[in-house]
């Protein structure tokens, strides 16, 4: 039991987070101790998940942006401009795919230089930050938007652009 109550903190908590510490520090105790120290770490994470208290002010930050970007999206694609609808959706992907390798210690640069995000995006699977239908579909998302920053607009249409925004 304490070790699939490990397995599940570590599902829903980040590296480095003061859930996992507290789960290395059991690791010590005599089985029936550590069970019960381990029964109390994913009951405090799930009381701080409700109200949002595991979210850094960072992410906060993030994730008004990224609203904004997807709400000025909205408001292009039902004016009809799907093309700039999905370049700015990717660029809302992009944002939000490098800010999760940083939240997950995943580098994004390589000799000094940022790293594509394709590359960022299959880095995320290794790091098991997300699983390989996920990643299929973020690169999936960002053929179309290069393919809207391109100017190969008759590779897409407005409801591939629609799924795109509903997915990001």
């Not at 903190?9 to 120290?37: A, C, N, P």
Request: proline share 2%.
């Amino acid at each position: 039991m304490a070790n699939r109550i490990e397995a599940a903190v570590t599902r829903f908590s980040v590296k480095g987070s003061v859930y996992r510490e507290q789960l290395k520090r059991s690791s010590g105790y005599l089985d029936e101790r550590r069970l019960v120290h381990n029964m109390q770490v994913p009951l405090t994470l799930r009381e701080n998940l409700k109200p949002g208290w595991t979210e850094t002010v960072v992410e906060l930050v993030h994730a008004d942006t990224y609203g904004d970007l997807l709400e000025m999206t909205n408001r292009s694609l039902s004016k009809s401009y799907k093309d700039a609808a999905a370049v700015i959706t990717g660029t809302a992907l992009e944002v939000h795919v490098r800010a999760l390798c940083a939240k997950n210690s995943v580098t994004t640069t390589v000799a000094g230089k940022p790293k594509k995000a394709d590359t960022m995006n299959a880095d995320l699977k290794k790091a098991g930050v997300y699983d390989g239908l996920q990643q299929k579909e973020v690169t999936a998302w960002m053929g179309l938007r290069n393919s809207a920053a391109h100017g190969d607009y008759d590779d897409y249409d407005r409801a591939q652009v629609r799924c795109f925004l509903d997915g990001v």
